[in-house]
């Protein structure tokens, strides 16, 4: 079972920026990487996945244009370049894995990390 390992996280101010790291403990292939946030009180809720390869990107409608996933594999690594950061992306960011399709839903991942903590101040 694979494990991740999420790291990055700061406090920033608005219109900043933050790369998020997300290591995984065995080579994460046939499968998404994605990234989840949550604030308190709040569901978990998507960000943005990879598929293993690259070759697909998803994002959620509140992070587009504006957040870039991204990966290195041979580092087992998965990133998140968050730039024009807002007060309502504060949040603790999670990474998790999935082999199944629907990659934006939160109860079919595994491998969750400890969360990075990001808070933006206005």
């Known amino acids: 079972q694979v494990q991740l390992v999420e790291s990055g996280g700061g406090l920033v101010q608005a219109g900043g920026s933050l790369r998020l790291s997300c290591a995984a403990s065995v080579r994460t292939v046939n499968s998404y990487l994605g990234w989840f946030r949550q604030a308190p009180g709040k569901e978990r809720e998507f960000v943005a996945a990879?598929?293993?390869?690259?070759?697909?990107?998803y994002y959620s409608d509140s992070v587009k244009g504006r957040f870039t996933i991204s990966r290195d594999n041979a580092k087992n690594t998965v990133y998140l370049q968050m730039n024009t950061l807002k007060p309502e992306d504060t949040a603790n960011y999670y990474c998790?894995?999935?082999?199944?399709?629907?990659?934006?839903?939160?109860?079919?991942?595994?491998?969750w990390g400890q969360g990075t903590q990001v808070t933006v101040s206005s």
């Open positions: 998790a894995a999935t082999y199944y399709t629907d990659y934006q839903d939160v109860s079919r991942y595994q491998g």
């Open positions: 990879i598929w293993w390869s690259g070759a697909s990107t």
